[in-house]
């Protein structure tokens, strides 16, 4: 037996030895994230507007699916503009093979595995699958010291195929995501007293108390068809459908049906006319109302058109048009349309090539909160919540991006926008019921369900990123965000925090070996606390996590991770404290 062999059955041991000695901390409570295969990759929670040396192109097939479980432990502000995760790939044995399965244990009972089957990609089609489910059966303690049962059990499955054609691409992606879970976090609602229920009647606390069980369905298929030829003679142009049901165990289900599209006139080598437009309809049929439970059904379209003419020149480019959103139909209670516009003019200009590159720009932003999206969202809020969609008016930015040099590459942004009808979540409340004749202090008591509130206001954020790649053995990226809320009337931004600061690293000590090391936190946060009427300040998040992937053999994987390292409790939203220290330790095969 070489040497190089038993290197690799040593440190196999070694996993299986620290799994071993973290599986006996049983007094401890987990956050359990579910992600894809060990490949370094920047952190979703890293994302900001311009991300350098990142490239996305939406031809390409992705096999990397990606999903966590529950909530994020790391939630930011607003997202201010979306992108794909740029790759840091590690140097390992390359994986020819089509199909690849994996398992994991960790604390708490929790059991994760995960199938993936791929065609591999030829110059015609490319096909994808991924099906994969997470039991976890732990417990949380509560702000008044009492331990909470909190499991949850999560499916999930993606299907992705493109056909390529000679100048075009066909797509199709289909994805189902099944979350059963419960509503552990903590409340004050005494079943015997008698509280004032929000239509106004006289109740007992025990008729206030809803199911503690909640599934989430949802599937969603979306085909698309482009053509992104930049020849002169050609009209890149690109279209997407998109179907999806959701349903909850509650009984409110939505279906919606869109069509997103966009096609660019060439008129010359440097000037374009561009139009971006589409439509989303969301249906929700809900059930009959109750004490708990008020609801009010949604039929909602709106659309969207973005023209602009776009010219390019040797050192940048510039883009100057409007965004125009409408919405129309029967919103929750409310009933009517609903129109907006704003100026869209963006552009970037280099600074010194290949070195510096300024962006900037003005536009606007339309957040349709449909009732899936929320309740994904925030998972714990009321079943009856249907929350308005929220307009970011004036959107201004500008950063600029760059190298330092071939290792090191930067951005640095900032961005200020004036909304309306933004949403924050606070517990809902019901306030004892008390005789007009008696002379008794009346006392308001949370529930662990949340309701939304609405203000207008500004936002201002300055965001950094730095990323740092010498060798194809080490990666290390920094990420830093401030955010600066501006409320006409809220005291303060409810569960949004002012700093984001993450930071990771990937790297490599030996062949076969990858090791990554995180470090996530957020400044404090506020949430309205209804039994003083006044803010209740949630405590700054420090999330330390250290995982690695053993490579065996071009067949064989094991692979460890530890989030949460040092047993912080901290709390996503108000009275739900996450779970603490976890692990999970796993094989992976590939046939």
């Not at 390409?60 to 503009?81: C, H, R, V, W």
């Not at 099944?178 to 409340?187: A, D, K, L, T």
């Not at 069980?213 to 009209?235: A, C």
């Not at 079943?383 to 950063?399: E, I």
């Amino acid at each position: 037996m070489n040497s190089t062999y038993i290197n690799k059955i040593s440190i196999s041991i070694c996993f299986i030895v620290l799994s071993a000695n973290l599986f006996a901390q049983d007094d401890v409570n987990k956050d359990v994230k579910v992600v894809r295969e060990y490949t370094p990759i920047i952190s979703d929670a890293f994302k900001i507007n311009e991300l350098p040396n990142a490239e996305d192109d939406s031809n390409q097939p992705n096999m990397d699916f990606d999903y966590e479980i529950l909530t994020k432990a790391m939630s930011s502000g607003i997202s201010i503009e979306p992108i794909t995760a740029a790759k840091l790939k590690p140097e390992h044995k390359t994986i020819l093979d089509k199909s690849y399965a994996k398992g994991s244990l960790g604390n708490y009972t929790t059991v994760n595995g995960e199938l993936y089957y791929n065609i591999l990609r030829s110059k015609d089609y490319a096909l994808g699958l991924n099906v994969a489910h997470t039991t976890s059966m732990g417990k949380v303690t509560l702000e008044d010291d009492t331990k909470s049962e909190a499991p949850f059990h999560d499916t999930y499955a993606s299907m992705y195929f493109r056909r390529f054609l000679k100048k075009s691409t066909f797509s199709l992606d289909a994805d189902f995501l099944h979350n059963v879970y419960r509503y552990y976090g903590y409340q004050t609602i005494d079943e015997a007293a008698k509280y004032t229920s929000n239509i106004g009647n006289n109740v007992l606390g025990s008729d206030l108390l809803h199911d503690d069980r909640q599934r989430l369905s949802g599937f969603k298929t979306t085909l698309g068809f482009n053509n992104k030829e930049i020849e002169s003679k050609d009209t890149p142009y690109s279209i997407k459908l998109n179907l999806g049901t959701f349903s909850n165990v509650t009984g409110v289900s939505e279906g919606n049906i869109g069509i997103q599209g966009d096609v660019k006139f060439l008129v010359s080598k440097n000037l374009s006319v561009n139009i971006d437009g589409g439509f989303d309809y969301f249906g929700a049929s809900v059930p009959d109302s109750d004490e708990i439970y008020q609801f009010n059904e949604r039929k909602m379209t709106v659309a969207n058109l973005s023209p602009n003419i776009e010219y390019g020149f040797d050192m940048g480019s510039i883009r100057i048009g409007f965004d125009m959103f409408a919405q129309t139909g029967v919103d929750g209670e409310n009933v009517g349309d609903d129109f907006n516009i704003a100026p869209h003019i963006e552009g970037d200009l280099v600074i010194a090539e290949g070195i510096v590159t300024a962006f900037g720009g003005v536009k606007g932003d339309y957040f349709v909160n449909n009732y899936e999206k929320m309740q994904r969202e925030n998972q714990f809020i009321a079943a009856d919540q249907m929350v308005a969609n929220s307009f970011h008016g004036l959107h201004l930015f500008g950063g600029v991006k760059g190298n330092f040099s071939s290792s090191v590459s930067f951005v640095a942004r900032v961005d200020h926008s004036v909304f309306t009808n933004e949403h924050f979540y606070v517990n809902r409340s019901y306030s004892t019921f008390i005789p007009e004749d008696a002379n008794v202090l009346k006392f308001t008591h949370q529930t662990n369900l949340f309701d939304v509130v609405y203000d207008d206001g500004n936002l201002f954020s300055a965001s950094g990123e730095l990323k740092y790649e010498p060798t194809k053995k080490l990666n290390v990226l920094f990420f830093a965000k401030y955010n600066g809320w501006n409320l006409n009337d809220l005291e303060y931004a409810w569960h949004k925090p002012e700093v984001e600061i993450n930071a990771r690293a990937n790297f490599s000590p030996m062949e076969d070996l990858w090791i990554t090391i995180g470090l996530n936190t957020q400044g404090k946060r506020y949430a309205y606390d209804a039994a003083t009427n006044e803010a209740k300040e949630l405590a700054a998040v420090y999330d330390f996590n250290v995982g690695g992937q053993y490579f065996i053999s071009s067949k064989w994987n094991v692979f460890a991770n530890i989030n949460n390292m040092f047993a912080s409790k901290y709390y996503q939203w108000n009275g739900y404290p996450m779970q603490r220290l976890n692990m999970h330790v796993g094989v992976g095969y590939s046939f």
